[in-house]
T-cell receptor, first 114, second 110 residues
Framework: DVKVTQSSRYLVKRTGEKVFLECVQD?????MFWYRQDPGLGLRLIYF???????EKGDIPEGYSVSREKKERFSLILESASTNQTSMYLC?????????????FGSGTRLTVV | KNQVEQSPQSLIILEGKNCTLQ??????????LRWYKQDTGRGPVSLTI?????NTKSNGRYTATLDADTKQSSLHITASQLSDSASYIC?????????FGQGTRLTINP
């Protein structure tokens, strides 16, 4: 089975801290994605990557950056955490090509910024 | 306007009963449509995926239907169980991009 592993289930950080959320997939997927999920707003795409060292902005990239140094790992970085970044963060990966076949989500990281 | 609309927003039924969740979409071009189940505090898990040429797809007690002409899909749950309590999300694949519905929150009461 494809596994997408997010390093933390729950995380509490202080305002202004630099926060790293890590995601690792084990199926050699080319594409990786970061979403946040908030009540009433559904899933919103933050950043995605189609290949190592490549990144593309999603719908809500402000306040975030990403890093993809290896194919299996995609990191989301909050340069200076703020309370409005309290949310559920979901990582996903898929094969390349149209249709996004093999699309698989991680278990999520619940981030609270205090 | 959201390109993927789900109804109802929430639904409460008794254990053992059947239910149907609806998804209407305007996404174009269309590659495939998926239904995901998301337990509280966890990531979404895929239930079914259908291309435009498929009308129905089953996964145990879950049956998804697709009418590509009217751009409507439904997810039917048979003989509901307490473990079916979750959010169900309809997702349409538009070439490289996924478009998410807001989800239906289903609660199964004993």
């Amino acid at each position: 089975d494809v596994k997408v592993t997010q390093s933390s289930r729950y995380l509490v950080k202080r305002t202004g801290e630099k926060v790293f959320l890590e995601c690792v997939q084990d199926m050699d997927h080319e594409n990786m994605f970061w979403y946040r999920q908030d009540p009433g707003l559904g899933l919103r795409l933050i950043y995605f990557s189609y290949d190592v060292k490549m990144k593309e902005k999603g719908d809500i990239p402000e306040g975030y950056s990403v890093s993809r140094e290896k194919k299996e790992r995609f990191s989301l970085i909050l340069e200076s955490a703020s309370t409005n970044q309290t949310s559920m963060y979901l990582c996903a990966s898929s094969f390349t090509g149209t249709g996004n076949y093999g699309y698989t989500f991680g278990s999520g990281t619940r981030l609270t910024v205090v | 306007k959201n390109q993927v609309e789900q109804s109802p927003q929430s639904l409460i039924i008794l254990e053992g009963k059947n239910c149907t969740l609806q998804c209407n979409y305007t996404v174009s071009p269309f590659s495939n449509l998926r239904w995901y189940k998301q337990d509280t505090g966890r990531g979404p898990v895929s239930l079914t995926i259908m291309t435009f040429s498929e009308n129905t797809k089953s996964n145990g007690r879950y049956t998804a239907t697709l009418d590509a002409d009217t751009k409507q899909s439904s997810l039917h749950i048979t003989a509901s169980q307490l473990s079916d309590s979750a959010s169900y999300i309809c997702v349409v694949s538009e070439a490289q991009k996924l478009v998410f519905g807001q989800g239906t929150r289903l609660t199964i009461n004993p």
